[in-house]
């Protein structure tokens, strides 16, 4: 999951039509990074999600890696004027280290995501794994 990282600053201090372009260019920049049988969406807001169907967690952490670097390069040109370049921070989670359901993954991606926010942003965290409670009888 990312999150562009001080959006509403830049989206106030260039409005809607300045947000806009920059999630735009964020949009065209993750769907260049796809496979094709990568799902890349809008999750709401400044959040998308990149889903990488059977691809283990090294091929995601170089996939997140090169991503991040591509944003911070990333020019975004708006009536004519050349907007200030901007980051993102990303969350990870694997289907079986980190959840078996949708939600489940969504929810560890999510909490990885607030975590590489608070830990001062673009940046790359991964999900902590679950661990198993045994149950006594």
């Known amino acids: 999951m990312f999150d562009l990282d001080a959006f509403k600053t830049f989206n106030d201090h260039h409005g809607h039509p300045g947000g806009d372009a920059l999630l735009w260019a964020f949009a065209r920049l993750l769907q260049a990074s796809c496979r094709l049988e990568d799902i890349a969406c809008r999750y709401g807001g400044e959040e998308f999600t990149l889903i990488l169907p059977d691809a ?9 890696k090169a991503i991040l670097e591509a944003v911070a390069q990333m020019e975004v040109t708006h009536q004519g004027v050349t907007l200030e370049r901007i980051t993102t921070s990303l969350g ?10 949708n939600s489940a993954l969504l929810e560890a991606a999510d909490k990885a995501l607030y975590q590489a926010k608070s830990d001062g942003r673009n940046r790359v965290c991964v999900a ?7 149950q006594v009888g």
């Not at 283990?56 to 997140?64: C, F, N, V």
């Not at 990870?92 to 359901?101: C, I, Y």
């Open 56 to 64: 283990e967690m090294d091929i995601g952490l170089q996939r997140a």
């Open 92 to 101: 990870m989670a694997v289907l079986h280290e980190h959840g078996t359901t």
């Open 128 to 134: 902590v794994v679950k661990t198993q409670r045994s």
